[in-house]
């Protein structure tokens, strides 16, 4: 089977926290946003850039059988975002209140991770 990845759908506790993060700290662009009546819950699309990669994020209300409770390590491990200069990233990161949780670095290449509103690790790297 060949497939290509679409977007990938994350659920976020705090919408608005949440493209605020994704739209001024990662630079995505907002491309859409709906009411999904029959699970109580909303949906927001962003963009990483014109026909860049696309990420869900869904928020349900407590009242809708989706609703739970985030767990670190629970479903989504990370998302990663390739970077021009990590630590100009890092630092825009940490100003805007999401400083780094761990910095990586091999014999040939450097990674860090901040988290989302929602705990979710973001990987950052050149």
Do not use: C
């Not at 700290?25 to 819950?41: F, H």
């Not at 739970?68 to 990663?80: F, P, Q």
């Not at 630092?91 to 290449?109: F, N």
Request: proline letters at 2%; a negative charge; aromatic letters at 10%.
């Amino acid at each position: 089977m060949k497939s290509k990845l679409t977007y990938t759908g994350i659920r976020v506790k705090d919408l608005d926290a949440s493209v605020a993060f994704y739209t001024k700290v990662l630079g995505m662009k907002e491309v859409g946003r709906s009411k999904v009546e029959a699970a109580d819950g909303e949906v927001v699309n962003l963009v990483t850039e014109d026909d860049g990669h696309m990420i869900e994020l869904n928020f349900y209300a407590p009242s809708s059988k989706f609703y739970s409770n985030y767990v670190v390590g629970d479903g989504i491990d990370h998302l990663a975002f390739q970077v021009e200069d990590l630590d100009k990233a890092l630092q825009e990161a940490a100003r805007a209140g999401h400083p780094t949780v761990l910095d990586m670095k091999g014999k040939t290449s450097r990674w860090a991770y901040i988290q989302d509103p929602n705990g979710i690790y973001i990987e950052l790297f050149t």
